[in-house]
């Protein structure tokens, strides 16, 4: 799925990131940067707590009741003029899409962010189709350019340098550029201007749709997006289903909530709400507006104690920039479009297969992540109830299984217990070296790779206890 | 006061000197303090494992042992931690679990949280002549929202030289099973922390959580970075010991 390496499981992902120093300079460089500007920005803003919580509360009333909301939503789109294709699956989101690129004869595309069309693979269905397509943020354009996939939520090249991304855009353009943030970014400019004006359709994401009035609110930094939707003829709108919002007042609350989360912003450079395709008496807009709401396995998560929340997601990124194991192994890694802690969670939610199981391990459960939700998903949480139905439903090694039913009989009563101490005392003689394990033996390996591990020592502190009880209070 | 400890299995099994220090720093505040034997583990391994079965049969050890007991305390805030936020719904089958569970969470403190919020001490006396930064855990400082307690203990302890950790909230890689499943991942997060930790000159780390301090320890220790790992109760303890203050 993802571009790196191919490894089939996280562990073999993550050695290879853990080997490239760019890779994880880059991550520790960008992420630093966003938490102390969150910090920063989140502090002066004030009652932080109270936002969060007042996010959360809309979130899970909008979820709670999706159904009403998406109806309302569409009823409205298509009051305005805009088509509206369901899509349960993503075949059925790009049946739709080929159906209207055939239509409009389409044969350039261009894009802005969107990580539902990630999802999908959308480009490379287009590419298939003889479709020409450009990315038009400029990171995504970035990872557009050396075939890799996002590995950041919202910095989509967070793991290139400024000498990768000169050497790609030299190799894209034929021309000598340098390491310059300005030379980058005009080099940008000029390509991509020239495919908004070539461009047969436009593709957006969606970061909230407005039940209320049937609108799209769309946030960037570069203004792309307003390029893509207004300059082609025809406009598409990729949704997840659970992007919606009740009301434009709602839409307040998460335009301070997503900008300050995402990158620490205080406003976003460019917030636009469009309703519907270009009317006749308006000057700019596509003329015909499509909009896609893809399903995908979300529908599965309504109704599930244990996993609705994980619909509240507004894509923000902020659990990325705090893991400390994203921090250590960046995004691809993962292995899946969706990286971090809310990645490990929903990925294995939306495909149900074995394919992402082993994510939800990939977490030291420190609960970062919940901490920088602005909309207090319990991620951490969550993570430990995936494991518990891969436990139920028997997706374990055996061999951990019988490690944790020892652990029950051996750990069960306190007699056991000591015994089970005891015995371990003994048995880890041939392996102590003053005081410590170093051996790379068993499932203390993981752990003696990096760290010395203290062994047992003579006695326990039961076994210690009527002494301490004997000389009393006041004796230290 | 009465108290009863709950030791915790890594304590009970390799840190003693945590368990005697919290017991002489307990009994010289004035509590009676007791042990039940019961007690063997709070059964988080299995359970943030995913294995809830097995993490009930171990948990219950801690509901028989502390049926009796007033107040309930112990030298980690991720057991605390697993107690309050998870045993509700761990036993929320059996009613009389249940209620048990209840019953656990709301008398169960970690140290410095019984001692600040409970005892209501922050001054004990102590003297500790040295260079300390202090690492808080994820599960205490996050999820039992224990932030500020070790750090009140800290500064009431004389000629204590505190220093800032940098990235202080960061974990530290323990995540229990996760150091020795993932160990690679575990162990770069490792190296990051007990970098942070040399960098602040200290000689002495300290911390509330023998899992964390273990993992950074043996990972400074590999390393051969002489940096001392403190318990919070070691640290105070051996204060008082200098200090004389508070009789311990």
Redesign the interface.
Known sequence: MSTTHGSTNV?DR??HA?ADDFL?QAVHFTTDRLRYKKQAVTGEFGNWEAWRERGRQIRQHTIANLDYYLDLFTRNLEAHGAHVHFAATADDAIHALREIATAQNAKRIVKSKSMVTEEIHVNHHLEEMGIHVVETDLGEYIVQLSGETPSHIIIPAIHKNREQIRDLFEAAGGERLTTETRDLAAFARRTLRRAYLAADIGITGCNFGIAETGSIALFTNEGNADLVMNMPKTHIVFMGMERILPTMEDLEVFAHLLPKSATGQNVITYMSVITGPRRQHEADGARDMHVIILDNGRSRQLGDPDFQAVLHCIRCGACLNVC??Y???GGHAYGSVYPGPIGAVLSPLLNNGEQYQDLP????????C??ACPVKIPLHDML?R???????SGR?KPA??AA??A??QL????GR?QTT?RIARRLQFPIAHDG?I?AKIG?????T??????V??K????E??PE??RK????? | MKVSLFITCIVDSVFLNVGISMTRILQACGCEVSFPPQQTCCGQPAFNSGYTDEARDVGKTLLEAFQESDVVVSPSGSCVGMIHHYYPQLFADDPHLHQAAIDLANKTYEFSQFMVQKLQMTDLGARFPHRVTYHPSCHGSRLLGVKDEPMQLLRGVREIELVDLPYATDCCGFGGTFAAKMGEISSAIVEEKAANVADTLAEVLVGTDMGCLMNIGGRLRRTNRPIRVMHLTELLLEGMQLGRGVKA
């Open positions: 562990h993550a050695q853990l994880r400390p194991v921090r250590q192994i391990y990939a977490s030291s459960l420190c609960g970062a919940y901490e430990v995936e494991r518990q139905r891969f436990v139920a374990v951990e299984r944790f039913q652990f029950r750990f069960g009563k306190a217990y101490i410590y170093r499932p203390l390996a993981g752990w790779m990096s760290r010395d591990f203290p047992l020592p006695r326990t502190f039961r210690l206890w301490l009880t009393g209070n006041g004796r230290g």
